[in-house]
């Protein structure tokens, strides 16, 4: 069992705006703002889609944003494409016995 | 450019050894922390634990899961770490990832262990 909880999966069409969640508690989502979001295609190594809960790299499509209230972190994503099918984990830091720690994932599909 | 390359993995049977290297490029390592992080066939991400950087004294930490049989090190004049895994059990079969400052992701190495 993850330390986060994601559904594990999600569908939308194309264009559509999707979030997905992710949920932890006061001693991790809730305590500190390092949440962090990855995209994983089959085969492929996790990509950075979101990082200190809201920060997006450079070369991150603008159609990923992160969010976060009280345990709940949250990634969306607008303007739904093809491209977006994929695996989705979040990550958060658990303070410094626990360190960090993974949601289960969520399978987005797109219809 | 940024590259992260893994190297090591293999077959090995259960109660073994097996060190993983990560050898780096492009980004500043001495200052970056490096997490390894891994995946059974078909599961999730689970962090697997991380050294810090030298501005952090190369401070360590590991997963439960882990503590005790698994080491991180790292050279910063190859800009290279290292997962040293002993006492290895079936359930640590899988793709093995480094990740500098979690931000950058080598392909990961495929770790089996089998009798």
């Known amino acids: 069992q993850s330390a986060l909880t994601q559904p594990a999966s999600v569908s939308g069409s194309p264009g559509q705006s999707i979030t997905l969640s992710c949920t932890g508690t006061?001693?991790?989502?809730?305590?500190?703002?390092?949440v962090s979001w990855f995209q994983q295609h089959p085969g492929k190594a996790p990509k950075l889609l979101i990082s200190e809960d809201n920060k997006r790299p450079s070369g991150v499509s603008n159609r990923f944003s992160g969010s976060k209230s009280g345990n709940t972190a949250s990634l969306t994503i607008s303007g739904l494409q093809a491209e977006d099918e994929a695996d989705y984990y979040c990550?958060?830091?658990?303070?410094?016995?626990?360190?960090?720690?993974f949601g289960g994932g969520t399978k987005l599909t797109v219809l | 450019e940024v590259q992260l390359v893994e190297s090591g993995g293999g077959l090995v049977q259960p109660g073994g050894s097996l060190t993983l290297s990560c050898a780096t490029s492009g980004f500043n390592f001495s200052d970056s922390a490096i997490h390894w992080v891994r995946q059974a066939s078909g599961k999730g991400l689970e962090w697997v634990g991380r050294i810090r950087g030298k501005p952090n004294s190369y401070a360590t930490g590991y997963a439960a899961s882990v503590t005790g049989r698994f080491t991180i090190s790292r050279s910063d004049s190859k800009k290279t770490a290292y997962l040293q895994m002993n006492r290895l059990k079936t359930e640590d079969a899988a793709v093995y990832y480094c990740?500098?400052?979690?931000?950058?992701w080598g392909q990961g190495t495929l770790v089996t262990v089998s009798s």
């Open positions: 990740t500098g400052m979690l931000t950058f």
């Open positions: 006061t001693s991790d989502v809730g305590r500190y703002n390092l």
């Open positions: 990550c958060a830091y658990a303070g410094s016995r626990t360190l960090w720690v």
